[in-house]
């Protein structure tokens, strides 16, 4: 078993983590504060113990109430910053992030004040050591319409948005609602991932969606996939990866689902591990790693395993990408 000091310094890439996701108690008091609104929390205890999701829906409740705090250019900064300063902690070389732009026009930010915040983080993250692209994700749970507009609204920032993925409530919303944004999001040059859950109703055929209806380059979780032979062939041979996040899929669905995640690393998938929403999961991509590695007794040879998929299917060339493997 490698040890937290090894993994932490292990460098790795993070390919699923949702920059809302990182929103730590102190900067949500603290932006709370300066914008001059009530949380209805007043300590950092508080908000700690409010964090009682067992379900998706639980989690997704305080997921966007929280990021109500998030106003102004700066404080997009301010958080994606935070959060580049403490991937390079872990030795994080490359951050491939997740942004949620509906979860922030529906309530009346605009499009350029997310992504102008964002962006500068992301532009400056090369002094940290550390490699970043923006990926916009869809809200599944939203409209068609909405992902088209909003497609619209980033198509004027598309050379600094290296691709597209779908998030949020995976229930009732499949990935064939979202068929034409990501059609034509393709078309524009972006770059296609999509979230298929844990043990969905229709995990089997979501993913059977997402291959071969939308052609996504990777799978976010899908460990599912584990259940039928033909797609681990189909993956494999096409090198389309998983980005897997067992401490998130404890809080949601009780299962780390390290014995999926260890039976595709032996069938050759590019599985990686990686946090989702650390700040509400209270585990960093090194944490996950070793949460992992302790609970399934990995040996070290897996845990560098599934460091190098991280840039094997890094969307990076394969020069850069030559650095670490
Ligand atoms: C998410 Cl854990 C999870 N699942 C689906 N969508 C999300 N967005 C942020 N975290
Ligand atoms: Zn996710």
Not at 197 to 203: A, G, H, L, P, R
Not at 254 to 283: H, R, W
Request: aromatic share 10%; with cysteine.
């Amino acid at each position: 078993m490698p040890s937290k000091e090894f993994i932490q310094g292990l460098p790795k890439a993070e390919l699923h983590l949702h920059i809302e996701g990182t929103l730590e108690p102190e900067l949500k008091l603290q932006l709370a504060d300066k914008n001059q609104m009530d949380i209805g929390f007043k300590t950092i205890d508080e908000i700690k113990e409010s964090y009682l999701f067992n379900s998706l829906p639980s989690f997704l409740e305080v997921y966007y109430s929280g990021m109500s705090v998030l106003q102004t250019e700066d404080d997009f900064y301010q958080l994606a910053w935070a959060y580049l300063e403490k991937a390079a902690q872990h030795n994080v070389r490359r951050a491939e992030l997740f942004f949620d732009p509906q979860a922030h026009t529906s309530r009346g930010v605009t499009f350029e004040t997310v992504f102008n915040g964002y962006y500068r983080a992301v532009s400056e993250s090369d002094k940290l050591g550390i490699s970043t692209d923006l990926i916009m994700c869809f809200l599944r749970d939203m409209s068609a319409e909405s992902a088209a507009e909003t497609l619209e609204q980033a198509l004027p920032y598309k050379d600094k948005i290296l691709g597209v993925g779908l998030d949020s409530d995976e229930k009732g919303n499949p990935p064939l609602k979202f068929a034409e944004v990501f059609r034509k999001a393709k078309a524009e040059g972006f770059r296609l991932t999509m979230h298929c859950d844990i043990d969905q109703e229709n995990s089997i055929e979501h993913i059977r969606q997402v291959l071969f209806d939308i052609g996504v380059e990777r799978i976010d979780h899908g460990t599912n996939i584990v259940e039928n032979q033909e797609y681990v062939d189909y993956i494999n041979k096409h090198t389309i990866g998983l980005t897997c996040c067992p401490v998130s899929n404890g809080f949601v669905v009780d299962d780390m689902k390290g014995q999926e995640i260890i039976e595709l690393l032996e069938q050759g998938v590019k599985v990686t591990i990686n946090s989702d929403d650390p700040a509400y999961f209270q585990s960093y991509i090194s944490d996950d790693l070793y949460a992992l590695a302790q609970v399934y007794n990995l040996t070290t040879e897996q845990v560098v395993q599934l460091a190098k998929n991280s840039f094997e299917i890094a969307w990076i060339s394969d020069e850069e990408k030559t650095k670490f493997l």
